[in-house]
Structures are given as C-alpha cells and as structure tokens.
C-alpha cells in the first residue's frame, strides 16, 4: 500500500551516514548503495531526521508562501475568476517564535499584512476539543473506558502507537485534532464575509506530521485544510512586518482570549486544559524517547492509574517542531508570558458554538491499526521467521554500529529474514568470512 510522507531525502546532499538510521524511532531509515532509504510503511513523519540529519538531506514537503497566497495553492479562481477567500490557521505555537513585545495581536496582523484575507487561530477551538475529550472521563457512561486515554492532538503519536503499540491503539480519543476543527470552523466564520467566494484555509505547521495529516489524514477522509506552509518559512517575513511595525486589522481576524487557549503550543498545555478537573491523574510527556518509554509502560499496564496522557512527539511541544525557526527552549518561555499576560476564562468562541463544536470533534471511525511490523499476513511463517531472527542475532556481534546500513543488529536480523540484507552486511561477519577463506588459503599461516 502506497502511503503519503512529507518527509523526503534530497539524495544529492546524502552521505550516506549512518545518522538519521540509528536516531529514527521506528527504524524507518536504512543506508542502503551510500544513500539513506526511507521505508515508507514505517515512517511516521516526526521529523527528528530533519534536525539530526548534519547534511540538510532530510526535508518537508510543505507549501511557499508565494504559492499558498498564490492562485495555484489548493484552490483557484473559481468559474467567475474570483480569488479565493484566503484565511489563514496559525497554530498555538507560532506565538512562541517571537518576542514577547509583540502582541498576539501584532501576529495576526502581519499574518494579513502577508496577504491572508483573515486569521482563524487554532487556538480559539482547543476548549472545544479539551471538552469533547474530557467528555470520556465519565466512567458511568463509559464504563469499559481504556486507561490511560491518550491524546490524538499528535498524528506523529498516533502513528507510532499504531506501528509500535498496536494494543494502545483503542486508548487513543476519537477527537479530531484541533487544525482539523480549526478549518471547519473557519469557513463557517467567514463564509459571510468571503460571499460568493470559497474560503481556502492555510495552517502554518510547526512540525511535517501535520502536513501529512493535512493530505493524508490517519483516518480516511479529506482533511479541511487546503494548502500547510512550515512555521520556519514565515517566520522572517513576518518578524520583518513586526519590526517594521503593523496596524491592527481585527475586523478580518478572529482573536485569542484565554490563557489556556494558546497553552496547547507547549507541553503540559493541554493536558491542563482537558484534564484539570479530573479525579485520576494526567501525565505529560515531551520528546520522542520519553513517549516510547512511557507507551511502553501503558502497554505493561503499569499505568492502570492514570487517566490521561498528554505525549508530544517534539521535546518541550509543538514549539520544538522540527519545522519552528525559534530555540524550542525559549518558544515555550514565551508562550507561558503569553498566557500570563491573558485573562483565565472568557473562550474566544461563544459558549454555544462551543458546545456544537464538542460534537462536531469526535471521530466516527476508531483509529486502525497498521501492519508495518508483521513479519507475514500467516502466522505460521511469521513464527519462523522470527525464530530464524532469533539465531541470527545470536551470530551478529551485538555492537549496534550502524556500519551495515541498519539502525542495530536486531533490524539487520529482520532485514536479512525479509530478503532486502544479507548476513555479510554486518562488517565483523564479512572480515570473519575474510579471515577463514585466509586459512584455508594459506593454511592459517
């Protein structure tokens, strides 16, 4: 099955080293004829490859700006050669990227000096999506609820819950991630204003997991965002309007008005937003080896206790994304001075539309499951294979060196029972090899 990645390699800047291999989560990546290989059925689009990679190798294939202002961004002028009504969705993170002195506000208005016609911040549907998942932590109406329910704010999480925690998979809410509530509320809002116009929605991204979901959504469907453009690409050309200076327009933008709004940027933010008032506790987990270790934890069952994990891919949140421009560091300082300087309470949206947003954030169809790591469809033969795997790890040296094009010895063994490696890719078993045809050559002298 052909699946979509906006993660790619530039082949031409590849060395061929070794290190996004032994840094990718799950083991996506091999070095296979001096050039890395991204394993499509694998690949979860996190990212950590495009900030490991000391070569630029690695990539996201996100819009420009020229074009997602451009006529030829998702949507054209339509039969009349109207324009389409461009509004654009700034995620929570963006407010990170630049100094404090800059107000929300000032963002937005660069974000139209840019040439958008309107924001929708997807900060204004996060209490939407914190309440539709809340919603699960009534055990009396869902008395055979999973413990702990996961996040599905995080399509990189979900993913890899899918490949490498499949038993985890019913744990994740069925509530669509808060960009995909953000398009659809967006064209509702400015639908008026847009007339006979269609809108066209842009989210600026802050990490490539969403712009796979934007044109591959996990599960089925089309997504409401037309066009993604990466966070690091509007970031000068927006500090640029900011330092200049830039009137507020707030007739054509939809503002932020609660702390907890635009907490969703870091980690922690929306686990405080969701789960505040619930009796059991929540954990939040930043960066993608402490998930795993976490995940790993849930599957044990040794979470039985908890009732929500909030699990971020990118260290310190989505203000870590591998596509953010700011020190992810200092992006969160920020946004935590952000939400101090907002008022508790007081959601951007109006109480009733919130309430009808609740329902529109639930999913109709559970997350599947993918198969990226059986071995084969019968079971019989995946059984021996995996024992087959078993012995040949016993022969390899247990170095983990990365030499032979594999992240470790265990994927090389299962590389080799696949058919696309050989025993002799491991550099210690082809000297060995070497050294005997040597004595027998020579008689060991």
Not at 20 to 25: E, N, R
Not at 261 to 266: S, V
């Amino acid at each position: 099955m052909t699946r979509y990645h906006s993660v790619i390699l530039d082949e031409e800047a590849c060395k061929g080293c070794t290190v996004c291999v032994t840094t990718c989560p799950v083991e996506a990546i091999r070095v296979l004829e001096g050039k890395a290989r991204i394993r499509a059925e694998r690949c979860i689009d996190c990212g950590i490859c495009i900030r490991r990679c000391p070569h630029h190798a690695k990539k996201a294939l996100s819009a420009d700006l020229v074009s997602a202002l451009g006529p030829g961004a998702g949507e054209a002028a339509d039969d009349a050669g109207r324009p389409p009504f461009r509004v654009v969705l700034p995620a929570p993170s963006l407010y990170g990227q630049f100094p404090e002195r800059f107000s929300v506000a000032d963002i937005h208005a660069a974000l139209l000096e840019l040439g958008f016609d309107a924001v929708f911040p997807v900060a204004a549907s996060t209490p939407a999506i914190a309440r539709a998942t809340a919603s699960f932590f009534d055990k009396v109406r869902h008395p055979d609820l999973p413990r702990p329910l996961v996040s599905s704010s995080c399509p990189t999480i979900i993913k890899l819950i899918q490949i490498r925690f499949p038993s985890l998979v019913a744990n994740v809410v069925p509530v669509i991630a808060p960009m995909e509530l953000s398009g659809r509320l967006a064209r509702e809002v400015f639908a008026p204003e847009a007339g006979a116009r269609s809108v066209h929605c842009t989210f600026i991204s802050p990490c490539p997991g969403k712009i796979t979901e934007s044109v591959a959504p996990i599960g089925g469907g089309e997504s409401s965002v037309d066009c993604v453009v990466a966070m690091k690409d509007v970031h000068l050309p927006l500090l640029q309007i900011l330092t200049k200076g830039v009137a507020c327009r707030s007739s054509v933008s939809v503002s932020v008005s609660s702390p907890a709004e635009i907490a969703w940027g870091r980690a922690g933010g929306e686990a405080e937003a969701t789960a505040h008032g619930e009796k059991g506790a929540w954990i939040a987990v930043d960066g993608m080896d402490q998930c795993i270790r976490i995940l790993e934890d849930a599957e044990n069952g040794r979470l039985s206790d908890i009732s929500f994990l909030e699990l971020m891919a990118c260290t310190d949140g989505c203000v870590g994304g591998a596509l953010t421009a700011a020190n992810p560091s200092m992006a969160r300082h920020v946004l935590r001075k952000r939400e101090e300087a907002l008022k508790p309470g007081g959601d951007t949206l109006s109480g009733d539309r919130i309430e009808e947003s609740v329902l529109e954030s639930f999913r109709k169809e559970p997350y599947p499951s993918r198969s990226a790591l059986l071995l084969d469809p019968d079971y019989a033969k995946a059984l021996s294979m995996m024992e087959e795997m078993e012995r040949i790890v016993e022969r390899l040296p247990g170095l983990d060196c990365g030499c032979c094009g594999a992240p470790n010895c265990h994927a090389l063994a299962e590389d080799i029972v696949r058919g696309t490696a050989e025993l002799t890719d491991c550099v210690i078993i082809l000297k060995e090899q070497y050294r005997e045809l040597l004595d027998q050559e020579y008689g060991g002298t």
